[in-house]
Nanobody
Framework: HVQLVESGGGLVQDGGSLRLSCAAS????????MGWFRQALGNEREFVAG????????NYADSLEGRFTISRDNAKNTVYLQMNSLNPEDTAVYYC????WGYGSSSSNDYLHWGQGTQVTVSS
């Protein structure tokens, strides 16, 4: 099965940008739809963005569309999350997740494979 490793998190100022990466290994990456989720301290995990295994369909949390962009590079076995205009409410651990085939579901229950997460902290 696929293994996932996130990177690119860190500390950024209010209004700044970050690009998260999630590198996959262990299986054919192009068979998997991918999702990004986040969990702030004391909160439940929430959907951020998803992308289909074909790359033709993307899905975003309503509150984040326009600031965040998900993309994938199958040649590099990597999915990305570009985050712009960050604010302190975006502070969370960000996780990538994989599901065989699929369309980029917003439900965490649809994903079987998860990375360990990367911390994003936005200072005011």
């Amino acid at each position: 099965h696929v293994q996932l490793v996130e990177s690119g998190g860190g500390l950024v100022q209010d209004g700044g940008s970050l690009r998260l990466s999630c590198a996959a290994s262990g299986d054919t990456f192009s068979k998997y739809s991918m999702g990004w989720f986040r969990q702030a301290l004391g909160n439940e995990r929430e959907f951020v963005a998803g992308i289909s295994w074909t790359s033709t369909y993307t899905n975003y949390a309503d509150s984040l569309e326009g600031r965040f962009t998900i993309s994938r590079d199958n040649a590099k076995n990597t999915v990305y999350l570009q985050m712009n205009s960050l604010n302190p409410e975006d502070t969370a651990v960000y996780y990538c997740a994989a599901r065989l085939w699929g369309y980029g579901s917003s439900s965490s229950n649809d994903y079987l494979h998860w990375g360990q997460g990367t911390q994003v902290t936005v200072s005011s």
